[in-house]
């Protein structure tokens, strides 16, 4: 499926995703950290590719995180990426180092290049030791035809995830097609500032890394920092980008006349993902998107949204279709935000159900019925500045306490 958006044409392909863009190949295989389920990937480009990552603001960040941002230093470049789930190799010490450079070795081996230009990732259960000899056992096989498919490697990052996320957009730079494809994985532990997802992009763009790396931190704000699923942040989390300039347009910088159209792209396919990720929520029924409007500043709008889409108490509301707006009141009451209390007006889509600081005269049976709905968004309208943000988050299940409760076993 394919459309055009926006002023300037950006076409989405909703089934792309990161072996769209010229260059690049990816697979998986089953190596033996799970039972049976594919766990272990890898994303490969022809060339090396200027990256640019973002990662998680816990102060134990895993062991493979280190690693990347160590390689992608050297020379702002990495050509392939090896991602194992079932396993986070978080909190596991020097040993955990240790078998994160181990992995990068061998997979650098395989494919023949400095170990440096090869990223590594982990995701699963924290505090237990990689088992190395079926990961090289693993690495020396994955790069079998039999393996290579864009399928393997979207379910070998996998965890607790229902269904695999991908997108792909292409733009017009320079009167070329550059395409911009991601993957992503992510259903628990899931908070603004990075939590427990992984996020994949690919483009066959040529980028200055400076750019693309303050374009990512830009939309990473706007997308992935807006989402929460349960309040925590993971030790694992990270967005790479790859940009191997394969289309060999000039090259993007902020000066470049197309460079909007292509942070537009970007963001496109960032968004996305976040909101599969929002709604493949553990045990999640709903999706949630706060909309606020009329902050003072751009920050303070997104600490009102936040605030809202990571409550509790609104969360299992909505999944209870109780169209309880003091829940919602109170969550921005206490965002930090100066909020003035009379100027604020909340909506359940059409419905507006507080103004101007006082409760509106709502029929329940009709709002209880929007609220039944699979997507539900909640209008914040703050009537005190010019900015406006968006969250995304899901409902709380039941589910949810089920799954988690036995995450381990």
């Known amino acids: 499926m394919a459309q055009a958006i926006s002023s300037k044409e950006v076409v989405i392909l909703e089934e ?12 998986g295989i089953h190596c033996g950290i799970k039972r049976k389920k594919l766990d272990l990937g890898y994303i490969v480009s022809d060339v090396p590719a200027i990256a640019a990552g973002v990662y998680t603001t816990n102060i134990f960040q895993a062991a493979p995180l280190l690693v990347t941002q160590e390689s992608i230093a050297k020379e702002n470049k990495i050509q392939a990426i090896l991602v194992n789930s079932g396993n986070a190799n978080a909190c596991t010490g020097e040993q955990g180092l240790t078998d994160a450079f181990e992995m990068q070795k061998e997979f650098a081996s395989e494919l023949g290049i400095q170990s440096h230009l090869v990223g590594v990732t982990s995701t699963g259960v924290i505090g237990e030791l990689l088992p190395m000899e079926k990961i090289k056992t693993g690495i020396k096989q994955i790069l079998m035809n039999e393996y290579e498919n864009e399928e393997n490697f979207k379910k070998s990052i996998l965890t607790t995830d229902t269904c695999m ?37 690919t483009t066959d763009a040529n980028v200055a890394h400076d750019d693309l790396l303050y374009a990512l931190k ?9 989402i929460t699923v349960d309040g925590d942040t993971s030790t694992n989390d990270m967005v790479l980008v790859m940009a191997n ?15 909007e159209l292509f942070v537009d792209g970007l963001k496109i396919v960032c968004e996305s ?11 999640a029924t709903k999706l949630i998107e706060v909309q606020v409007n009329g902050a003072y500043s751009q920050n303070e709008a997104r600490a009102v949204g936040k ?5 509790n108490l609104v969360k299992t509301a909505i999944y209870g279709t109780d169209p309880n707006w003091g829940r919602i009141v109170t969550a921005a009451g206490y965002s930090g935000v100066p909020i003035e209390p009379s100027l604020l007006d909340v909506s359940l889509g059409q419905y507006k159900v507080f103004e101007k600081g006082l409760p509106c005269p709502i029929v329940e049976e009709q709002v ?18 010019d900015y406006n943000a968006t969250a995304w988050g899901c409902d709380l299940t039941y589910d949810y306490v089920k799954i988690n409760a036995s995450y381990r076993t």
């Open 165 to 201: 996320k991908q997108i792909a957009v292409q733009v017009k730079i320079d009167g070329k097609t550059v395409t911009i494809g991601g993957t992503a994985k992510g259903s628990g532990m899931i908070h603004p500032n990075m939590a427990t997802m992984l996020g994949f992009v």
């Open 16 to 27: 792309g995703s990161v072996t769209l863009p010229l260059g690049f190949k990816a697979g």
């Open 307 to 311: 605030s809202i889409i990571s409550s």
């Open 245 to 259: 300039g394969l289309v060999a347009n000039n090259q993007l910088t902020k000066e470049h006349p197309d460079w």
């Open 273 to 283: 993902l976040a909101k599969k990720i929002a709604r493949d929520g553990e045990g």
């Open 218 to 226: 830009d939309v990473t704000n706007q997308t992935f920092n807006m």
């Open 368 to 385: 209880k019925e929007y609220l039944q709905q699979e997507n539900i968004k909640i209008l914040v309208e703050l009537n005190q500045g």
